[in-house]
């Protein structure tokens, strides 16, 4: 195999986003501000290999505030962000916390209650059950928010008593599916009000683009993610949809398949926003080990946003 060539397009932007990177760094300083342990409920970032390395910090990880042992300990909430009533459960337990939800999930969530508050009926598009849409609905009373997942979802979808309505999304969402469902909700309530900046992410938005660039010259596309990891699935199915026949999530329990490999002659490589950059390097240098390889990188946009870390953890 080793006389094999293939060829590597290297997707670019990919990989760690603003959000992901602030929600590390605020575990990294709570360490350092509070010693270990410091508590994070929920994974920080949909990331094994992050996970285990705060982990191997000092960090504990929890999916509920119950389940802490010492409260006397500070407790950081992640990137997706969380229900309203999880900082009043910390108040409750007198514990120190801080927030590390992206300060895009925190945008949506600031739009879903002004609509809220200037009498909307607010439809999110989402993921049932992701953190991030458990967080937003979270916002408001239980009720006011209703989820659509699929264009079937708007067919059968009503308005309560005649209200007006209004939509709002998840952060991480296909960002084609879901023009499809944003133009199925136009269609059927003209006067829907829309937000004033889109919800879906730059940073989705930006690496859904990379790979939408390159999916149709690729033999195979692979994307280095988790599979709790909303954006970087929707990276494998951007690169299929996009012209690449076989697409694959490649997570911490994956094999890589180098019997399919060998049948390529060019191959895509991304990372989903929580992925950090080793897992891409030594995905590549795995296929170094039995291919000669070449690679291009294909970069569509630089991306310079930065969001800054707490006040109090300066
Ligand atoms: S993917 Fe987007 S919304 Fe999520 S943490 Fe990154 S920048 Fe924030």
Same mark, same amino acid.
């Given at each position: 195999m080793k006389n094999k060539e293939i060829k590597i397009l290297l997707s670019a932007p990919r990989g760690f986003c603003a959000g992901v990177e602030r929600a590390i760094e605020i575990v990294k300083r709570s360490l350092e501000k509070y010693g270990a342990p410091v508590y994070v409920r929920h994974e920080i970032v949909h990331n094994k290999h992050v996970v285990d390395s705060l982990k191997s910090l000092g960090a504990i990880f929890v999916e509920e505030l119950h389940e802490i042992k010492d409260k006397s300990r500070p407790v950081i909430f992640s990137a997706h962000g969380v229900p309203k009533n999880v900082p009043i459960e910390a108040d409750s337990y007198k514990m120190e916390y801080i927030d /590390?939800?992206?300060?895009? !999930?925190?945008? !949506?969530?600031?739009? /879903?209650?002004?609509?809220?508050k200037a009498g909307y009926q607010i439809v999110l598009?989402?993921?049932n059950n992701h953190p991030e849409v458990i967080g937003t609905m979270g916002q408001l009373p239980d009720g006011t928010i209703d989820l659509i997942q699929d264009e079937h979802d708007v067919s059968v979808y009503e308005l309560h008593q005649n209200k007006k309505v209004a939509y709002v999304t998840q952060t991480t969402l296909s960002v084609d599916d879901t023009k499809g469902i944003i133009n199925a909700l136009k269609k059927k309530f003209p006067e829907i009000k829309e937000p004033f900046k889109e919800d879906i992410c730059y940073a989705t938005t930006n690496r859904q683009s990379a790979v939408k660039n390159i999916a149709k010259q690729c033999d195979m596309f692979f994307v280095l993610g988790s599979r709790n990891s909303s954006n970087s699935v929707r990276l494998v199915e951007v690169a299929e949809q996009s012209g690449c026949p076989h697409a694959e999530l490649i997570h911490s329990d994956s094999e890589i398949p180098f019997d399919k490999i060998q049948n390529c002659k060019i191959i895509g490589i991304s990372s989903g926003a929580s992925a950090p950059e080793i897992l891409v390097e030594n995905f590549i240098n795995s296929l170094k080990s039995k291919f000669k390889i070449k690679i291009d990188k294909i970069e569509i946009i630089k991306e310079n946003v930065v969001f800054k870390v707490p006040a109090k953890l300066n």
């Open positions: /590390a939800t992206c300060p895009l !999930v925190s945008k !949506v969530h600031r739009e /879903a209650e002004n609509l809220y598009i989402g993921h």
